[in-house]
């Protein structure tokens, strides 16, 4: 979506919106740090982001990496800054063209800043000599692919402080094709407010869009604004100064500055502000919790399906995906990217060329094997690893090797049951709660349009003993309310489905659509989960050091035990799939596990039993 038409929106409701701008980090663990930032400021409610460009190198390429990254994984419209700074046009033009690719629709066109080593600026060898040049080169390539911005500056720029000349390279700029205005971050609102009336005076009607920077510690404040040469209010550093030496101090009275600098640029007819977030969420998060524009349980963030749905390219009208991936939304999108059935907006037959290999991007286990082994402890029993997951069911710990999340409010109605199947020695990796039509504007369960309702059928996966698989199965089959699919690593497989078709999990109804569909379970996509499973728990087992307890308790469960879904498509009724349990515990689930005796811990092969419900070894509780 062009940013033109999100400012033009906002504009159109009222409603105030914001945006985020991020740099590439000069370390792996930093990038990785980053996207985990991302990830989760992605909850404030940003209408787009943006990603500074570093010229040439590296860095550059790690721009259109975080470009496509933000796009296709994190599903956050980006905006790509691009620099006539040591690019020739061919550079230029393999930089668009990732863009492209990458599903963006949106460039920030800049001269940039001269490198480091030279004082003043010069146009690289085949390279543009200034922004509208580079705007007028990318209109013309994509023609109106892309909505070009484009620098403002109210207090002046490096190396020219002249106002009516600046403003004249800005009509150039918008005369070349740009759409949108971003400004240098100030602080002085009333010469910004005199600003925006300079550049109305020229004729210059496109949205305006001011760049804010909130204030971290005092020392970081005072370095940017002596880098940019800004003017801040004396009133400002009569605050600041006496608590310079206090951060937590700085920021609680920088939210306050900076949420006043706001409401005053806002009372001017903006109806955006851009934060330059430094790659920190604290200090953003403050001023918009002062200016209450945060989401909350009473005005949550509304999305339009309930997955955070890719702007990669020819995946925007994606509505459909099997549920078996909702904590992993960037493995799904890498193994599914070249699937043909997303331009059509449906996801069909997935036994055409679908899913990729797992040894693509962001499919494994991600994290160095120590800070795994710190993550999630070395385990010696069943008991350990059920407990660990009841630490994740109740939010102590933020992720386990299946989910890359913390676990959502919408958890919380079944939450108890969840923590009482894994005491019992069932390893729960997925579930949702059924929902008989709440509204779509419900704090938690709500999404998609107004006005409409949204369903849910009970649904849980877990991992289960060999042990006790046939009675859960024969349980399962004895009631025609349930659907299951079951299977082991090695693809010994049973299921009751009907078909291989879909089976809707999650639907909305809402005025003037059809039902919408967009979470289902599907035959080939749960046994092309199940090698990603299997595989997440085997990287698991191999942050362990060989022939360790924790390294051979895990890969014999990965090795012998079932991963098993099943849907009650009685939307209406809640308990029954758990109830489907009761009575059913893992043997010797506490006794802790050695080479030696490797039979103990439920995780020995079942005796007299197959695959199909049939045997015994059921161990029952009290």
Not at 2 to 19: C, V
Request: charged share 25%; aromatic share 10%.
């Amino acid at each position: 979506m062009h940013i033109n038409e999100m400012l033009a929106e906002a504009e159109k409701t009222g409603q105030p919106s914001f945006s985020f701008e991020y740099f590439p980090p000069k370390t792996a663990q930093g990038v990785q740090n980053l996207y985990d930032r991302m990830e989760r400021m992605y909850d404030f409610g940003p209408k787009f982001i943006d990603i500074t460009w570093g010229a040439g190198g590296r860095i550059a390429e790690l721009t259109c990496d975080m470009v496509l990254q933000a796009q296709a994984y994190f599903g956050l419209e980006t905006c790509m800054h691009l620099t006539c700074t040591d690019m020739g046009e061919e550079k230029i033009n393999d930089a668009l063209r990732k863009a492209y690719k990458a599903g963006c629709t949106n460039i920030l066109a800049l001269r940039g800043d001269p490198p480091r080593e030279k004082e003043k600026w010069v146009a690289t060898d085949g390279g543009f000599q200034y922004a509208r040049d580079l705007v007028a080169h990318i209109r013309k390539t994509y023609g109106n692919h892309f909505d070009i911005g484009v620098a403002g500056y109210p207090e002046g720029c490096d190396d020219n402080k002249d106002e009516e000349s600046l403003l004249d390279h800005l009509k150039e700029k918008v005369d070349m094709g740009a759409t949108f205005i971003v400004t240098q971050m100030f602080y002085d609102a009333d010469n910004f407010v005199r600003w925006v009336g300079k550049v109305r005076e020229r004729g210059i009607t496109i949205p305006i869009v001011p760049g804010i920077m909130p204030i971290a510690t005092y020392a970081s404040f005072v370095r940017r604004v002596n880098h940019m040469n800004c003017k801040v209010p004396e009133r400002w550093m009569t605050i600041l100064e006496p608590i310079k030496n206090d951060d937590a101090a700085v920021r609680e009275v920088g939210k306050t500055l900076v949420a006043e600098l706001c409401r005053k640029v806002m009372s001017a007819g903006i109806v955006h502000l851009h934060f330059y977030t430094m790659n920190l969420a604290q200090a953003t998060r403050m001023v918009l919790e002062e200016l209450d524009w945060m989401p909350t349980t009473t005005r949550p963030r509304k999305q339009a399906l309930p997955w955070k749905q890719s702007l990669a390219l020819g995946r925007r009208e994606e509505d459909v995906r099997p549920i078996f991936w909702r904590n992993r939304n960037k493995s799904y999108v890498s193994r599914t990217q070249d699937w043909d059935e997303f331009p059509n907006g449906r996801w069909g037959d997935s036994r055409s060329p679908a899913f990729g290999e797992l040894d693509a991007y962001g499919i494994g286990l991600t994290g160095t094997n120590e800070s795994n082994r710190k993550r999630w402890g070395e385990p010696k029993s069943v008991q350990d690893i059920t407990s660990l997951v009841v630490k994740y069911i109740q939010r102590d710990i933020p992720s386990l090797p299946w989910s890359e999340a913390p676990l959502t409010t919408e958890s919380d109605a079944i939450t108890d049951d969840l923590i009482k199947l894994n005491q019992r020695g069932f390893l729960t990796i997925n579930s949702q709660p059924a929902v008989d039509g709440v509204k779509s504007t419900h704090s938690v369960y709500g999404w998609g349009p107004p006005n409409g309702y949204v369903y849910q059928k009970a649904y849980l996966e877990l991992l289960v003993s060999p042990e006790l698989i046939p009675e859960v199965i024969r349980r399962i089959e004895a009631n025609p309310d349930l659907s299951y699919y079951a299977v082991t690593q090695t693809g010994n497989f049973t299921t009751n489905a009907p078909s291989e078709g879909p089976n809707a999990v999650t639907w909305g109804v809402f005025p003037g659509k059809e039902i919408v569909q967009p979470t289902i379970v599907e035959t080939i996509s749960f046994l092309a989960w199940k090698d990603e499973a299997f595989r997440l728990g085997m990287d698991w087992a191999h942050c362990h050091d060989a022939n360790s307890p924790s390294r051979i308790l895990i890969e014999k469960i990965m090795s012998e035990w079932y991963l098993i879904n099943i849907v009650n498509n009685d939307f209406r009724e809640q308990r029954t799939i758990f109830e489907l349990f009761d009575g059913l515990m893992v043997k010797d689930i506490d006794v802790p596990f050695t080479a030696s005796n490797g039979q103990a811990n439920g995780i020995h092969k079942e005796t007299n039993g197959d695959s199909t419900g049939k045997g015994n070894g059921v161990v029952a509780t009290a």
